[in-house]
C-alpha cells in the first residue's frame, strides 16, 4: 500500500483507491475468461493512471483534487458511443468508478470528522453501512 501523503483526506483517497486497484486485479483473470478481457485490462489501466495523477498532481490539495474530478465528470458525461471499442469503453468506465470512489471517501472523511450531532457521541454513520 502507498504510503500517506498531504492530509489525512489524501490517506483515505489513496488507501481507497489502492484497494478498488487491487479489487479490479483480482477479477481482471475471470473476466477474460469471460470474454471480457480487453475491457477489464482498461478499467484497471484507468484506475491505475488516475490514481497516480491523484498520487502525484493533487497530493496535500482538496482544491486540485476537486477541479480534477469536475474535468473528469465532465469528459464522463460525454454520451456513450455504442460502437466505440470496448477499449475505450473499459477506460470511461475506469475513470468514472474512481471519480465515484474518490467522492465516496471524501465525504467519508468529512462524516469523520464531524463533530456529533444529536446522535451522542457517535459518528455520522459509514455509507457502506447504510446500505
Given amino acids: 500500500m502507498p ?10 483517497v ?5 484497494k478498488l486497484l487491487k479489487r479490479w486485479e ?12 480487453p475491457w477489464a485490462s482498461c478499467v484497471l489501466f484507468a484506475i ?3 490514481r497516480r495523477k491523484i498520487e502525484e498532481d493533487c497530493s496535500g490539495s482538496l482544491l486540485k483534487l476537486n477541479a480534477l474530478l469536475k474535468e473528469w465528470e465532465h469528459v464522463g458525461k460525454v454520451e ?8 475505450i469503453k473499459g477506460l470511461d468506465f ?14 467519508r472523511s468529512v462524516q469523520q470528522k464531524a463533530p456529533a450531532s444529536g446522535n451522542g457521541s457517535k459518528a455520522a454513520p459509514d455509507i457502506e453501512g447504510s446500505r
Fill in 26 to 37: 483480482r477479477k481482471v483473470p475471470y473476466l477474460t475468461q469471460q470474454g471480457q478481457g
Fill in 94 to 107: 475506469g475513470i468514472r468508478l474512481v471519480v465515484w470512489r474518490v467522492r465516496r471517501s471524501l465525504l
Fill in 14 to 18: 489513496l488507501r481507497d483507491l489502492y
Fill in 80 to 87: 456513450e458511443v455504442s460502437t466505440a471499442p470496448e477499449s
Fill in 48 to 50: 491505475e493512471i488516475a
Fill in 3 to 12: 504510503p500517506p501523503i498531504g492530509n489525512t483526506d489524501d490517506c483515505y
